[in-house]
């Protein structure tokens, strides 16, 4: 069984069909790109695959179940995480809480167990911590943890960020344009993390991603998308000569 299998999914904003049969079936470990032209419908199939939007058509079948019509939490407690491209941090609160209330989702306590401080509610707010604590460690940011996001480097607010959406160990992890606002040293150091994590984590990755150094140096697979159609899907060679992505990134009259 695939691990993501999307068939045939469309979604209309009103008249604008920004997304139109968008298929893609991933197997367990790939490290896959979805790259496209300015507006080309590529958050909002990461919108859809997360469950904030509901397509308008199409199945979503993650590890065999529809997800269509689940609730983002939902989503999530099956094993897909997410980060945005406008990265999203609650910037009052320290890096250590961040990734603590991001595994909020599934919690398996009562607000009466959280109220009386329970055996339950004090066993889960320890494995909770626990797990904070590891993935700050292993991804070196545990010096952090008192911070708040708001007072630290771009660079590291976006490990953070992919740190939050680790914690909850998810099978498929989504990064919505990973390099976005980072300098060329930070974006070498992203290409190593994101290396470091697939590697260590044995997670299946997929990327948005405009920069094509960060694309073609990890994605072993790349789907195209321009307007909401996909127009290619292939290895790094390919894409990178197929004239129909250098048309849609170019334009006709500079080919
Ligand atoms: N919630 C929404 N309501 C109405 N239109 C939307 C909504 N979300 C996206 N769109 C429109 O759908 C199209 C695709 O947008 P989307 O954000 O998915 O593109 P993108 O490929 O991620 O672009 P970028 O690379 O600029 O982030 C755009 O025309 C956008 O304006």
Do not use: F, I, R
């Given at each position: 069984m695939s691990l993501l299998e999307i068939k045939n999914m469309s979604q209309n904003f009103g008249g604008l069909r920004?997304?139109?049969?968008f298929s893609i079936r991933f197997e367990r470990g790939e490290l896959m790109a979805l790259i496209g032209p300015n507006g080309a419908g590529k958050t909002t199939v990461f919108n859809l695959t997360s469950g904030f939007y509901k397509p308008t058509e199409g199945e979503i079948l993650f590890k065999g179940q529809?997800?269509?019509?689940?609730?983002p939490h939902q989503v999530t407690g099956l094993g897909i995480a997410r980060t945005f491209q406008n990265i999203r941090l609650?910037?009052?609160?320290?890096v250590l809480d961040n990734i603590r209330i991001?595994?909020?989702?599934?919690?398996?306590?009562s607000l009466w167990d959280s109220l009386i401080r329970s055996g339950k509610y004090l066993g889960a707010e320890a494995r909770i911590e626990k797990t904070a604590m590891e993935i700050l460690e292993a991804l070196d940011l545990l010096e952090y943890r008192?911070?708040?996001?708001?007072?630290?480097?771009y660079g590291i607010q976006r490990k953070v960020e992919i740190a939050r959406a680790l914690s909850i160990k998810p099978d498929l992890l989504l990064l919505d344009e990973?390099?976005?606002?980072?300098?060329s040293a930070d974006v070498q150091e992203l290409i190593r993390l994101i290396r470091w994590i697939h590697k260590e984590f044995d997670i299946t990755i997929w990327m948005i991603e405009h920069q094509m150094a960060v694309v073609m140096t990890l994605c072993s697979r790349i789907k195209v998308i321009d307007f909401g159609k996909t127009i290619a899907e292939g290895t790094p060679e390919q894409i990178q000569n197929n004239p129909d992505v250098i048309k849609a990134y170019l334009g006709d009259e500079n080919i």
């Open positions: 920004a997304l139109s049969e529809n997800t269509v019509g689940l609730k609650w910037h009052d609160m320290t991001s595994q909020h989702h599934n919690l398996g306590y008192e911070e708040l996001p708001k007072n630290l480097p990973p390099a976005a606002g980072l300098n």
